[in-house]
């Protein structure tokens, strides 16, 4: 990336965190959201006090993230396109492809300050085991599932965002092409929270993880400029 | 940052259109369309709605592209070589293109960055003085009033010194002091640009029109490289367009 394309990144980004930062619109909806998804499991699956819910929670985890990161996801061009800045930032001389990234760094902040603030209030409620020794591999699933969740999610929201039904196509097309990182991303994490994640039991996750990040990295990179479209 | 424009010389022409189209879906919004207009002139564009004026002005603007023909600006083709047209482009819309959730400050330095300033500050700093909202600059956008945010947006379009100014209705929805602020700033710079504005307001476009056009159905009905005065133009206007004025 060039200077310039460094810069109009910086921006777009400041541009992003800082609206955000004001309205608190994406953050408060998907933190209320993850909470109280988390309130739903536990009086759910808490009918028989005996039963171990370990080998559920990297389910109920990533159930959580996915569902709350699609209410970021939609509002993620609200603003140029409701407040019509989308011709503004069309009319720039800027790389789509650098509007795709600042993008989803943005989600990405987003998630994972949601992912920072709820799952030690997950680990209180449903995890029973001490999972210290592999913070760091929770850490690695983490990074590279948001990676994934963020870019299929920005480019989807962004052709969506030319749609009538935006707020519903983009749940349509994105879970189904979830499905493969959800199973992956549960799969380690479940390996993690019931301490029975060996290095090679978890490796071909987190290269699963990393493969798929890179496809849909790759398809953002070559169709970003057909998917935002003319303004 | 240069935008390496073809063509410098004053004589030479700025904008050239030929043979335009535009195809959304079955509809065809734009038909056959050229004209061309000469560095530092004024071209009015007039037309009742849906006539295809703002489809034209976006496609020389970058936004949309052309189904047919060619657009160039400055020499630049605006489909085979956008980003120079987009430094040398300015547009000002009924839409004010801004952040509501920034300041006044931080809108004009994201678009100030995305263009790549190097004067950055000192170019924010002279145009809130010119448009007169120095003592605004730190105020969230979205406790302007709508003459306060064309103002702005009058700065955010001139940012980054474009050489021609697209203006899409610009005076949609301004209250007559804002209109008088628009029009007083539209005065002042009207010799540094070239300009295209398309408007249903006649006599505000054929007060600093060098040229005047009409569309009706997509396809350009009338064109004048002259100046009118108006009574006589709202006469041609009659006679090439169904609706009237």
């Known amino acids: ?231 | 940052m240069d935008a390496g424009p073809a063509q410098d010389s004053a004589a030479a022409p700025e904008i050239v259109v030929e043979g335009l189209g535009k195809v959304f879906g079955r509809r065809d919004a734009v038909r056959d369309v050229s004209f061309t207009v000469e560095r530092g002139g004024f071209l009015a564009l007039f037309g009742p709605n849906g006539a295809g004026k703002t489809t034209v002005l976006r496609i020389v603007a970058t936004l949309l592209a052309p189904s047919s023909g060619t657009v160039r600006v400055a020499g630049h083709d605006v489909s085979d070589d956008p980003d120079p047209v987009r430094r040398l482009v300015g547009l000002i819309s009924h839409s004010p293109l801004l952040y509501r959730d920034l300041t006044a400050y931080e809108n004009l330095r994201f678009y100030a960055d995305m263009y790549g300033l190097d004067d950055r500050e000192q170019r924010i700093a002279e145009l809130l003085d010119r448009v007169e909202l120095t003592h605004r600059r730190y105020d969230l956008v979205r406790t302007f009033s709508k003459g306060m945010l064309q103002r702005l947006a009058i700065a955010r379009a001139l940012l980054h010194r474009p050489r021609v100014l697209l203006l899409d209705e610009p005076h949609s929805g301004l209250d007559p002091h804002a209109v008088g602020i628009l029009d007083s700033l539209l005065a002042e710079i009207r010799a540094e640009h070239t300009f295209v504005m398309v408007t249903h307001h006649l006599g505000k476009g054929l007060e600093l029109a060098s040229q005047v056009a009409i569309m009706d159905g997509g396809r350009l009905v009338f064109h004048q490289a002259a100046a009118v005065d108006e009574r006589h133009f709202a006469a041609v206007y009659r006679e090439h367009v169904r609706e009237g004025v």
């Open chain 1, 1 to 231: 990336m060039s200077a310039v394309g460094r810069r109009q990144f910086r921006a777009l980004l400041r541009k992003d965190v800082t609206s955000e930062l004001r309205t608190k619109e994406m953050l408060v909806s998907m933190f209320l959201f993850a909470v109280l998804a988390m309130v739903v499991f536990h009086y759910a699956f808490s009918v028989r006090r005996d039963v171990d819910l370990t080998f559920f929670t990297g389910g109920m985890l990533w159930v959580t993230f996915i569902f709350g990161a699609l209410l970021g996801l939609n509002r993620s061009f609200v603003h140029e396109k409701d407040e019509g800045c989308l011709d503004g930032l069309l009319l720039c001389p800027v790389d789509r492809v650098t509007i795709f990234f600042a993008k989803m760094a943005a989600n990405l902040v987003f998630l994972g300050v949601i992912q920072l603030l709820t799952v030690p209030v997950f680990s209180v409620f449903f995890v029973t085991r001490g999972y210290w020794g592999d913070l760091g591999a929770l850490l690695a699933v983490l990074v590279l599932a948001d990676l994934g969740i963020c870019a299929l999610g920005t480019l989807l929201a962004t052709i969506s965002m030319n749609t009538r039904a935006r707020d519903l196509l983009l749940p349509i097309v994105f879970l189904p092409l979830i499905v493969p990182l959800l199973v992956a991303a549960t799969s380690a994490t479940t390996a993690i929270f019931a301490q029975t994640a060996t290095g090679d039991a978890l490796w071909p996750r987190l290269a699963f993880l990393a493969g798929y990040d890179a496809v849909f990295l790759v398809v953002a990179w070559g169709t970003y400029d057909f998917a935002i479209g003319e303004g």
